[in-house]
């Protein structure tokens, strides 16, 4: 894992394109692993249930990003599933997951003006 993902107040997790988890940060491992589990090298798509699998293996296939909000628990989270390229040819596929406050700020940004 690249260092400054290692201990981010974000989960990261990183697939190749055949669906093997290559990476995961210190968030991802705490939020998806059980007691004594290593999920590294195993398939990202055997960790959904339908119909999260189908939608996950279709997005990889298409290479198609995919973000929406969830709450679990009392935790609102953003996820955003996107492929990743090196070099310009498909590498795979990585889920980003924060938790969001339920209300927050939004701010609109102007173009600057010369």
């Not at 953003?78 to 980003?96: N, R, S, T, V």
Request: net charge negative; aromatic share 8%; proline share 7%.
């Amino acid at each position: 894992m690249i260092p400054y993902f290692e201990e981010a107040d974000i989960a990261v997790t990183i697939c190749d394109k055949e669906g093997k988890i290559i990476e995961m940060n210190g968030q991802s491992r705490e939020v998806n692993l059980k007691p004594g589990q290593d999920l590294i090298g195993k398939n990202v798509l055997d960790c959904h249930p339908e119909p999260a699998r189908s939608l996950l293996e279709h997005l990889m296939t298409h290479e198609e990003k995919h973000v929406y909000t969830i709450t679990k628990g009392s935790r609102k989270k953003l996820i955003y599933q996107i492929p990743w390229y090196q070099e310009g040819d498909y590498a795979g596929f990585i889920e980003l997951s924060m938790i969001i406050p339920e209300e927050m700020p939004h701010y609109i940004r102007k173009p600057k003006t010369e």
